[in-house]
């Protein structure tokens, strides 16, 4: 599954992007969107299975992100309003075979290049 995000930009203190990712529409049983600043770990942001059924939403994005994904075009999105200036990093989408939703970035199986995400003060 080849996976690439675009969406990313430079933006001001509550503005919005949304982010994309086309995956080809191969069934997979989880999406997900991690993150990664400059010197730090890749940290889970948000994820929901392939039906839609459930998502789950790390606490720094509840509220403010939205992940969804289009059947008619097979691409998952991060939609992402009220940014702040610690939401700059680069963004990852990710595919898990099997076993849900996790948190944890070595369970998914498939990754595609970031896109950036500045958020200016």
């Known amino acids: 599954v080849q996976l690439q995000a675009s969406g990313g930009g430079l933006v001001q203190a509550g503005g919005s992007l949304r982010l994309s990712c086309p995956d080809n529409?191969?069934?997979?049983?989880?999406l997900s969107w991690f993150r990664q600043a400059p010197g730090k770990e890749r940290e889970f942001v948000a994820a929901?299975?392939?039906?839609?059924?459930?998502?789950k939403y790390a606490d720094s994005a509840k509220g403010r992100f939205t992940i969804s994904r289009d059947n008619r075009d097979n691409t998952l999105y991060l939609q992402m309003n009220g940014l702040k200036p610690e939401d700059t990093a680069a963004y990852f989408c990710?595919?898990?075979?099997?076993?849900?939703?996790?948190?944890?970035?070595?369970?998914?199986?498939?990754w595609g290049q970031g896109t950036q995400v500045t958020v200016s003060s």
């Open positions: 990710a595919s898990r075979r099997f076993g849900g939703i996790s948190t944890a970035s070595n369970d998914y199986d498939y």
């Open positions: 529409g191969r069934i997979v049983s989880a």
């Open positions: 929901m299975t392939w039906r839609g059924d459930r998502k």
